[in-house]
Antibody, heavy 116, light 107 residues
Framework: QVQLVQSESELKKPGASVRLSCKASGYIFTNYALNWVRQAPGQGLEWMGWINTNTGNPTYARAFTGRYVISLDTSINTTYLQISSLKPEDSAVYYC?????????WGQGTLVTVSS | EVVLTQSPGTLSLSPGERATLSCRASQSIISSYLAWYQQKPGQPPRLLIYGASTRATGIPERFSGSGSRTDFTLTISRLEPEDFAVYYCQQYYSSHSFGQGTKLQIK
């Protein structure tokens, strides 16, 4: 069965960096794009960007350029989201989701807390 | 950038009633690229509808989607207790974006 398993929660200080992972299984990894979505506490969903799993080419939403890097390792069916120069407002749950006709499978989410 | 505006922000209904949720796009989008999601507290979103009107695998028939161009609707024909949640629309025609959500709560 299709599964997206994300890395565990992170507690970071402002200015630090974090790398989140999302491991896919149960389907042909390169047949589907992977999206990253952010959800701040009590807020809605924000699409951050996606990665083409064939080419490794990422595309970012306008609000998520500069400090964000989406990458992948096809040898282990995993995509990564790295966020640098963390700010308290980066505290949120980050989801990966398989793209296609709608995002049909989602990871369980990774909670990132940025606090001094 | 396509902006999606959902209405109402909150909808209060009773089990058994019909729910109608709206999603308006700031520019015309191809119907094939409009989806609806349900999210419950502490859970990731769940895909309900894609292509504006196609139910995702395992989604009950009481959920239906309609609309075209800039106006889209999610209808829940007869509310079950488990349907009370937050609903989001999403377009993936021009980049991707989500609406701000509609909270469906028990009256």
């Amino acid at each position: 069965q299709v599964q997206l398993v994300q890395s565990e929660s992170e507690l970071k200080k402002p200015g630090a960096s974090v790398r989140l992972s999302c491991k896919a299984s149960g389907y042909i990894f390169t047949n589907y794009a992977l999206n990253w979505v952010r959800q701040a506490p009590g807020q809605g969903l924000e699409w951050m960007g996606w990665i083409n799993t064939n080419t490794g080419n990422p595309t970012y939403a306008r609000a998520f350029t500069g400090r964000y890097v989406i990458s992948l390792d096809t040898s282990i069916n995993t995509t990564y989201l790295q966020i640098s120069s963390l700010k308290p407002e980066d505290s949120a749950v980050y989801y990966c989701a398989r793209g296609g006709f709608g995002d049909d499978f989602w990871g369980q989410g990774t909670l990132v807390t940025v606090s001094s | 950038e396509v902006v999606l505006t959902q209405s109402p922000g909150t909808l209060s209904l009773s089990p058994g009633e019909r729910a109608t949720l709206s999603c308006r796009a700031s520019q015309s989008i191809i119907s094939s690229y409009l989806a609806w999601y349900q999210q419950k507290p502490g859970q990731p979103p769940r895909l309900l509808i894609y292509g504006a009107s196609t139910r995702a695998t395992g989604i009950p028939e009481r959920f239906s989607g309609s609309g075209s161009r800039t106006d889209f609707t999610l209808t829940i024909s007869r509310l079950e207790p488990e349907d009370f949640a937050v609903y989001y629309c999403q377009q993936y025609y021009s980049s991707h974006s989500f609406g701000q959500g509609t909270k469906l709560q028990i009256k």
